[in-house]
Each structure stands twice: as C-alpha cells, then as structure tokens.
C-alpha cells in the first residue's frame, strides 16, 4: 500500500497525527501541510507531521494524490470547491468531519469534474485535545472510521479511502451519510450537549456559592471531559446535525424524566432496575 | 495521632482503603473488620486492609476507639443503633455516606447514651469500583472530606474526625448537613443521574440499530463511566436526596432546553458562547 502524495489541509490534532502516522509507517512519498497559519505548519513539521507546507492550496494540488480536508464541518465544501480546479485527475478528496450529510451531499455536487472523487470520512479519533502539538502517530490505533457511500459514490475511490484509514490502525466501516449522522448523534453529539450543559450548570450552581468546587471530584470530571472541547468546532457540527439530535434531545429528557418521576415517588425498585440497567450497558462495553 | 482500636463496618473499597491507610501510616494499634460475609472479610485480612475480624459488632463494640460505618446510607443509623449499647464510653462514631442531612440527624437522635459520639463524613474517594479487592492505601490522597457540624456536634469528637480523615491524607471541610446535601446533588448526584439515564438512551439506541455499538468512542465512555457504579448504593443516595436532585434535574433540562432552542432556531452566536463558557469552567477545574 502506498498513497503517494498527500496533502492535509488543517494540521491539528487529526491532520498532524495523520501525518505521523502516514510517515511513520512509510505509506507516502511526501505529505504537505496546507493551513494559514505558518507558525503552526512550521511547529507541524519540526514535529514530523508534515515534510513540508504551504499556504496556498492551489499551488500544491496538482501534486496531490490523497486530499485530507481535516477543517471543521462547515469549512469542507468551501474547500474542495477552491482546490478542485487545480486537482491531478483521479485524486481522491476526503474529510475528517464528524458528520457527513450535508458535508457529502455538497461535496459530491460542488465540483463540476468527473475525474476527482469525494469520499466522506470519519476517523472517531478526536479528542478534547487540539492543535498538532497533541498529535501523535498512534492516534488512530484500534479506532474506528465511518467511510460514507451514495448513489453517486466512485467504488474505487471508496476502496482507496477505506485503505487509507485501514493503512494507519483504523477499524473502518462503509455507511450511508444519513445513518452515520444518526448514530454519531446519540453516541457523541448528545453526549457532548450534555457535558457542555451539565458544565454550564456547575458554573451557575458556583455563582450561588464558591464552596460547590471544593466537592467537586473524579465523576463529575470524567462526565464533563469533552465539554473542553472547541467551540468552534462543536457548534458546527450540532448545527449540521441539528435534526437528529434535537430528536435525541428529546429521547434523553423523556428517561430524565422517567428517572426523576421515581425518585419523586420513591419507587425504589423501578428506581434500582433501571440503574442497573444503564450499569449493564455501559459494562457492556 | 493515634486512633487506638478502629472499628470498620463494611470493608469494600472505601472501608478496605481506610484500612490500609490507617494501618500503612501506623495510626492505629488495630483494624477490626465487621461484616455479614466472612469470605470478603478474609480476602480484606488477606489484603492487609484489616489486623482481624468479626461477624458480630456487638462483640467488638467495647474495644473501638473510632467506629466507621461504611455501608450504603440507608443502613448507617440501624447499625449505629445495634453497636450503641455495648460501645466504650468515649468512642467516636462516623460514617462515610454521601448524603449526610438524614443520617446526621437519625444518628444524632437514635442513641440515648451522651458518652458516645457521632459526627458524619463523607470523604470524597469513592468510584465505581467496589470491593476490597479494588482498595489502596493512598485511595484518600489529596481528596475531599466533608465532616458534618450541627447544633448536636460535639466539638472535641468532630476535632477528632477532622484529624481521622486529615491523617490519611484528606483535605477536611466542616459543613452543615443541608448546604453538603446541596452541593454533592450538584457536582455528584446529578452528574451520575445523567450518566445512568445516557448509558439507558443509548441501550434503546443499540437497540434499534447494533452497529451502533461500533460509533462508540472514548468521549461517550468517559461521559458514562460512573453508570457502572453500584445500583444498590445510588438508589439509597438518589432517594435520600431527592427534594435537592430533583430541583436540578429541572435547572439542568432547562439549560438543555435553551441549548436545544439555539440549535433549532440556528442560533450560531448564542450556541458558541454557550459552549464556550462551559469549556472555560470545565478547564477551570
């Protein structure tokens, strides 16, 4: 196996471990980092991410084999669009974005070429951390990568991309966009509205008085660990995949109430069944 | 500091590592073990966290400097009540429950003797492992413990348990029963509600579609790790602090609830900010 060059736009945490990884392993010729910041794509490769960068993705495209697009969701599109002129026929053009509706669905009809391929990716393999310096080779050990497939899907640009993610540890499973963005919804997106909602909550409960932090301990820490992660990129992705997890939102809320409901009635066996219910699944795991 | 003859009620993780540390640090001249099972109570000798044990707290009741009880809160004041008669003038009663309003006002009730002495604790080291087996001499390290003051306290007995805790490495606050209720509802018992009601949402998710068992990453096990903690001791401390629980239940749905009506009306800038501010007190900690 081996990929040529490939270019990563956005050298963070996901761009520069891929970086690592792809260069460790020696699945490529050449990587070059693609960003706006020169500063960070310097750090990137005096971290052995990249071999080399440049500001202009226009400038490398024609080089590229592999296209990373490693921005946040709403940035994707814009993306593709602005190298696509400019792209080596049959490059494969992907994405570490975490969802994949809308981010396919314009992908695959934003650019007026037939011999460039989009194939969506989600390498589960993010973090609270950010930026390249968090980076490391063996980020994608053992996780697991969602490659999307359409209607309008290239099979051979899916195989490369299921390859590629397989190339540096990735478990990868082939989904269409919709069930992907479905899935990720309960057991990501919910869960970081949560973290971020039960964050907010604690900081409002230390307004009333100073003394609640002293209490807090390891449990509320590990239930709020990805509520540190980016804004920026958070916002988009519950905005890009505000329908399913609205419907969740909802979900959650009716088993919060049910709970509450017994612990209001004292019905101390509902109660204790459906702790151990939630016990058995998270052991489960 | 010397504690003399040390009485633990209930050798799981926090009475074993009680043990361990008090005997580690050579605080004591011996542990007692009480118990109903005599195979966990050899395994805690075997582990060092005991010098010995008995079925029978009765029996051992006269010889106890500092009686712990850790068992599940709902117990504490039974087995207060079952020792009371036959402790030695002078003995120092505690507990280690995490919800003290109930049992610091049964306990300081349910006694008439004015020559023994409760003060709650609740030191804050608990996790979702249980067992001795799970035990560790320096579980306590660097960790919170609450010690209970009210107008019953007895000064020089609470002085003591400040000590008790302080010597295996707590950091002790004294606390008025009510406010410590308050503040573990927010910053523990809430956060463990969601937990168990998250790991249920996504049983019914899975459920409906197993592959979704494989989108599960490292944010959503983090989230839902103290799901695993015993059904047999939240639903005791759920029940017993239910009129604080349930009030932040409803405070928490209704920050859900506006971060849900941000992301449906598309509110970018109010959908960051939130999640921003939740990054920011999370990071704070």
Redesign the interface.
């Known amino acids: 196996m081996h990929f040529g060059t490939v270019g990563i736009l956005g050298v963070g945490l996901l761009g520069g471990s891929l970086g690592m990884a792809l260069r460790a392993r020696g699945l490529v010729d050449r990587v070059i980092g693609i960003g706006r910041n020169e500063e960070r794509l310097q750090l990137a490769r005096d971290l052995a991410a990249i071999d080399d960068y440049t500001l202009d993705v226009n400038e490398v495209a024609p080089q590229l084999d592999v296209f990373v697009i490693a921005t946040p969701v709403g940035l994707i599109p814009t993306f593709f669009q602005k190298a696509a002129a400019d792209l080596k026929p049959g490059a494969v053009v992907t994405d570490v974005g975490s969802t994949k509706q809308k981010v396919v669905s314009e992908c695959e009809v934003c650019v007026q070429r037939d011999d460039v391929f989009f194939v969506g990716s989600h390498p ?2 993010g ?1 609270e951390k950010t930026g390249v310096k968090s980076a490391h080779a063996d980020l994608f050990d053992d ?2 990568c ?1 490659v999307t497939r359409t209607d309008r899907s290239n099979r051979k640009a899916e195989d490369k991309v299921c390859e590629f993610w397989g190339s540096v540890g990735m ?1 990868v ?1 082939v ?1 269409a966009p919709d ?2 963005d479905k ?2 919804a ?3 997106h ?17 307004a009333e ?1 100073e ?22 990129l ?2 988009d992705i ?2 890009d995949n ?1 329908d399913n ?2 419907e ?2 909802e ?3 009716q ?3 049910r ?2 409901k017994d ?2 009635e ?1 019905n ?1 066996d509902a ?2 069944q ?6 058995e ?3 489960s ?1």
Chains 1, 2 share one sequence.
């Open positions: 589960m393999a973090s996780a697991v969602f478990k499973h989904i069930i992907h899935m990720v309960a057991t990501s919910l869960p970081h509205l949560l973290a971020s909602a039960l964050s907010l909550f604690a900081r409002d409960r230390c008085n003394m609640i932090k002293e209490s807090i301990g390891n449990g509320f820490r590990d239930t709020t660990r990805i509520a540190s992660g980016s804004e920026d958070w916002k519950f905005l505000n997890l609205l969740y939102i979900a959650f809320c088993i919060l109430q709970l509450a612990i209001k004292d101390i109660l204790e459906e702790l151990r219910e939630g016990r699944f998270r052991e795991l």
